[in-house]
């Protein structure tokens, strides 16, 4: 028979944006910095564009009553439509989002469960009794850090639209979305060191058995 065990992790608590405390009251709160925001936004819209991207459709825009006049043909690949479609709902793709207490820099965001909970989920796997102070229900519901990225991630986006869509017609596989918003635009004259930080030991290549993306 184990013994439960009570564990006291205070830093835990700024996780649940629904635990009953305002943010602003929670010890430890570290809310993404306009960096990681941008380099969150962009990587998550070029890697919706490449999932809208895989296709060779053609539309069809104009209309005629005759029917004499030919519509207008256009690649979905190029079109307004495609941009529109993968903006959609594009932050609530953050709710996805947990923050890696383990990390400092802004790899600190990433999906996946973090390594303090994969432990903690252990333990309770186990039959350990954990206490946080919380249901265990809400273990897994976004932190107050991941809920106030989908916001910051809304203005950012709605600040910046006419660059976004600057960067799809004119730029968009010559130059990095992160480059091209983040460090020349949204960032211009401020630090962006963010936006090249990634997990130590990860040289960049695509690991194919591997789901997660990490930042």
């Given at each position: 028979m184990l013994v439960p065990i009570k564990l006291i992790f205070t830093f835990l608590l700024i996780h649940f944006a629904n635990a009953g405390v305002s943010p602003e009251e929670e010890q430890g709160v570290k809310y993404a910095?306009?960096?990681?925001v941008c380099k969150i936004l962009a990587v998550e819209?070029?890697?919706?564009l490449e999932?809208?991207?895989k296709t060779s459709d053609v539309?069809?825009?104009?209309?005629?009553?005759?029917?004499?006049?030919?519509?207008?043909?256009?690649?979905?690949?190029k079109s307004e439509l495609r941009l529109v479609e993968s903006l959609e709902g594009i932050c609530n793709r953050i709710l996805e989002y947990n923050v890696h207490k383990e990390r400092e820099d802004s790899t600190r965001f990433a999906k996946g469960m973090s390594q303090t909970f994969q432990t903690l989920h252990g333990l309770v796997d186990k039959g350990v009794k954990v206490e946080l102070g919380i249901p265990y229900e809400l273990w897994d519901s976004p932190s107050a850090?991941?809920?106030?990225?989908?916001?910051?991630?809304?203005?950012?986006?709605?600040?910046n639209e006419a660059d976004i869509e600057d960067w799809y017609f004119n730029y968009q596989g010559k130059e990095k979305l992160k480059t091209f918003l983040c460090?020349?635009?949204?960032?211009?004259n401020e630090n962006h060191d963010c936006l090249n930080e990634q997990l130590k030991g990860d040289t960049g290549a695509k690991k194919p058995s591997k789901a997660k993306t990490e930042l």
């Open positions: 910095n306009k960096c990681e819209l070029e890697t919706r999932e809208t991207g539309i069809e825009t104009g209309y005629s009553v005759d029917d004499v006049k030919p519509k207008k043909k256009k690649a979905y690949k850090e991941v809920t106030k990225l989908k916001t910051q991630c809304e203005t950012l986006l709605e600040e460090r020349d635009r949204v960032l211009k």
